[in-house]
């Protein structure tokens, strides 16, 4: 009990914080004690971002209170966050690649006198901090000329220059091998026995159990469970994870009997080159979905689910591997050809990846279809196209004030009624919507799933690509995970739960949920 | 609902701000000439105005290119360059030779003007494939590849040229800057038929569609099927053939060519451009905006040249324009932004 005498190095209640349309917190509390490495989990969307932006003073609560040693603070800014000793090393390193290890680690901080940079003095330095992480390089190397893994180290020193006190680690093993995951355990370890905390925030449940003392798992921006690694099982946290009642709202559909297979992947692979060196890797991905079947991708973040869609689209190179549309071997480098191939693309983020903001809703719906709406290829025929424009109006029932509003004034539900109004107007074989419904507000989602049923039931092979397992659960006919960029299991929907799904997704077997 | 009527009056009171963006350069326009009217009374007469007009022309033909290339988000430094190589192997062709080059008059032993147009087009077309090709394939700068193309055609022109100019054509060569149908210049009929085209073809065919479309969002275009790369090396040949036939009006006018001709032109070219209302960051303006921009400088510079205003302050009024109309483009597109 005397523990209770020293208060917590971090504590944190009641904390709220609201974007336009969506609560992200809403009153969340965590808890992180002196020298303890604390898991931060939860399903995609459930409000760990937000949390860690508020952390790292990126973002401001809207309410709730910040006890740092005891005493209020505010984290005003990054600047404030890292003063009080709270550093975060992001999934995406933010080093200088064309800079050294001692740059890197003391930038903005460079020890010296007056406006003159010690160089000495900033190597030995360094020498020093990366010496205590086991990172065995010369201070002088370009960041550039180092492994991921050794980057993170890099980061790692940075954060021990600054006299941090918490560590947050945003996904740190993502991109690393089983060794080097070793080796960062071990890292983690020492930090945590020379008196630092560590806020460790990871999509493997194994890692967890392996390397973490308590846990703290957040559910649709609330708290859902926190407590000591000891005293819970795998199981019982993706019970906490996903313990949501299945809302009511999400209608199944009756599936019908499916055609033939529509589009067929087999081995599809693409790896990480080196000047990508964070993208996710897809290794032997084989599915297939058939005609008037929707088929559901789950997977956590980086399980490859995006990167699957965006080379079967031909958005990224693939390595190797083949894509087969009605059974025949099919050439796809462009999105063009996936076109001509009857495969149709919603991307995930539809402001960066296919609206023209600022452009009028007219042309958003028409561009994929000019050929089709025009005189002799060359001339748009306008009066078309506005036909074209409220025969989707009428049936996606898009709400808009007419066809030359610009599309970035529409609501995000009506936005991505805009894309689909797009694809459909191509009378496409194969469409992959991903995260369709990410952003919008409930009611456009039950709209966008109706929608989806719709389009299964006239004979679209639809494959639907969601983060969250309640919209996997409601739209697809057969689900497949992914994890890692491997396709981990297959079911259909009358089998799946959120829990076997949820086990599938992090563990990458089936035997363990069955 | 209340999200509705929210962005419903999000939406009016943005068109209020675009109406006002897009009919500015009018309105500044009139104001403008209005004051000049004023302050000198020869600015309003006919033969004034006419001058300006035949002299906005030349930069009028060449911003109607560049507005395809900036609808891009690109950008071309290399017009005036590629205006007076172009413009030196029309003069060369029409003379039929290097030899004569001095001889002013008409009797000279050289091809028609038809050939001259056709290759000052092909010098112009030819260039800007260089530079669309170098933009796309070898993924340099558009800024970057068109700086260079300034530097390589002028050196060309001068190389091409020896340094002296070649003047004195046939008259039906001179006709096409110097004639006139009715009261109205030759040049500038020319300049208002290739707005008129240019317009229709942004305006109402698939490709101008897609040019808005790459222009707006590359990577939205890319993954709706266009063909990107080909879309942005077409903007720069199109930019080509407006330099070749800006090239060819300009010696016609001149009854010469030479291998300065053109220096500065890519300044008054693109302000006229971005005053007319097209964003430097792609995607939106119009032709109509470009011709009233083109204009405006026009009558900017005339007005200041009657009022006896130094050519020295001019090119820091024209410089100053630019960067206010570009702030001014950047303001409404954070206003665009922000909903």
């Known amino acids: ?514 | 609902m209340a999200e509705a009527r929210q962005s419903a009056a999000e939406s009016s009171s943005v068109d209020l701000f675009g109406f006002l963006a897009r009919f500015a350069p009018l309105i500044f326009l009139v104001v403008l000439m209005a004051v000049f009217a004023v302050l000198e009374p020869r600015f309003m007469s006919s033969i004034n105005l006419f001058n300006v007009m035949r002299q906005v022309s030349i930069t009028g033909l060449l911003a109607i290119g560049m507005t395809f290339v900036i609808l891009t988000a690109g950008i071309d430094l290399s017009v005036g360059s590629l205006l007076a190589f172009a413009g030196l192997v029309a003069a060369a062709v029409a003379k039929g030779g290097m030899q004569d080059r001095f001889t002013v008059g008409e009797g000279g032993v050289g091809y028609g003007w038809e050939l001259a147009a056709l290759a000052a087009i092909a010098v112009g077309v030819a260039g800007g494939l260089v530079q669309g090709f170098s933009i796309t394939r070898l993924k340099v700068p558009p800024f970057v590849v068109t700086l260079g193309g300034m530097s390589v055609f002028r050196g060309a022109a001068l190389l091409f040229a020896a340094g002296g100019p070649i003047s004195g054509f046939e008259h039906d060569f001179t006709w096409w800057g110097q004639g006139k149908i009715g009261p109205v210049p030759v040049p500038v009929i020319i300049f208002l038929v290739c707005g008129l085209l240019a317009h229709i073809v942004l305006r109402y065919t698939r490709y101008g569609r897609q040019i808005y479309a790459v222009g707006g969002n590359p990577e939205a275009a890319r993954l709706s099927g266009l063909n990107v790369t080909a879309i942005i090396c077409s903007v720069y040949v199109i930019m080509g053939f407006f330099a070749g036939l800006g090239s060819f009006v300009l010696a016609a006018r001149l009854n010469s060519a030479e291998a300065v001709a053109g220096t500065g032109y890519e300044l008054t070219v693109i302000a006229s451009v971005v005053i007319g209302g097209t964003s430097l960051f792609g995607g939106v303006g119009t032709i109509f905006g470009t011709v009233i921009g083109s204009i405006l400088i026009g009558v900017l510079l005339n007005g200041l040249v009657l009022m006896n205003v130094s050519s020295y302050i001019q090119q820091i009024i024209i410089g100053v324009i630019i960067v206010l109309a570009v702030a001014f483009d950047t303001f409404a597109k954070s206003r665009r932004r922000k909903v």
């Open chain 1, 1 to 514: 009990m005397t523990v209770a005498a020293a208060p917590p190095l971090l504590k944190m209640t009641g904390i709220v914080k609201s974007f336009p349309g969506v609560k992200a917190l809403d009153g969340v509390g965590l808890e992180v004690k002196r020298q303890e490495i604390h898991a931060l989990l939860g399903e995609n969307g459930a409000g760990k971002s937000t949390l860690l932006k508020i952390l790292a003073g990126a973002q401001s609560p809207d309410q709730g209170e910040i006890l740092f040693d005891g005493k209020p603070v505010t984290l005003a800014n990054p600047h404030a966050a890292q003063r009080l000793g709270i550093v975060t090393i992001y999934q995406e390193f933010t080093l200088a690649p064309d800079m050294s290890i001692a740059e890197n680690v003391f930038i903005g901080r460079e020890p010296g006198r007056g406006p003159f940079v010690s160089w000495s003095r900033m190597a030995a330095e360094t020498e020093k901090l990366i010496r205590r992480i086991g990172l065995e390089r010369n201070p002088m190397t370009l960041v550039r000329d180092l492994s991921v893994a050794e980057q993170q180290m890099v980061e790692i020193a940075r954060a021990l220059s600054m006299d941090s006190r918490v560590i947050i680690m945003d996904e740190p093993t993502s991109a690393l091998s089983l060794a080097e995951v070793e080796k960062l355990f071990k890292i983690v370890r020492r930090l945590k026995d020379e008196g630092i905390s560590i806020i460790f925030v990871t999509h493997r449940l194994e890692e967890v159990m392996e390397v973490c003392d308590r846990y703290t798992v957040l559910r649709d921006g609330r708290n859902a469970g926190a407590g000591s690694v000891s005293d819970i099982t795998i199981d019982g946290i993706i019970r906490l994870m996903v313990g949501r009642e299945v809302n009511a709202l999400f209608a199944h559909r009756e599936a019908s009997e499916p055609g033939p297979v529509a589009l067929e992947v087999k081995k599809l692979t693409r790896l990480r080159t080196a000047q990508d060196p964070h993208a996710t890797e897809i290794r032997d991905v084989s599915l297939h979905v058939r005609r008037g079947e929707i088929l559901g991708i789950a997977g956590l973040v980086g399980a490859g689910r995006t990167e699957t869609a965006r080379a079967i689209f031909g958005a990224d190179p693939f390595d190797s591997g083949d894509v087969f549309v009605d059974g025949e071997l099919v050439t796809i480098r462009t999105p063009r050809d996936a076109i001509a191939h009857g495969i149709g693309l919603v991307p995930e983020d539809r402001k960066l990846q296919a609206l023209f903001l600022s452009q009028a809703i007219r042309t958003n719906v028409s561009v994929a279809a000019l050929d089709r709406i025009g005189h002799f290829g060359i001339f748009v025929d306008e009066a078309k196209e506005r036909g074209l424009v409220e025969e989707y109006r009428k049936l996606l029932n898009i709400r808009m004030a007419g066809p030359e509003q610009a599309v970035g004034n529409l609501s995000g539900g009506n936005q991505q009624k805009v894309v689909l109004a797009r694809w459909l107007a191509l009378r496409p074989k194969v469409l992959i919507v991903d995260e369709p419904t990410r952003g919008i507000d409930v009611g456009a989602k039950v709209e966008v799933h109706n929608l989806l049923f719709e389009m299964a039931r006239s004979g679209i092979a639809v494959i639907a690509i969601s983060s969250e397992l309640p919209e996997v659960l409601s739209v697809a006919d057969r689900i497949v995970t992914m994890r890692e960029g491997r396709v981990t299991g297959e079911m259909l929907r009358a089998d799946a739960t959120q829990e076997t799904l949820m086990a599938m997704m992090t563990l990458g077997t089936t035997s363990r949920a069955a």
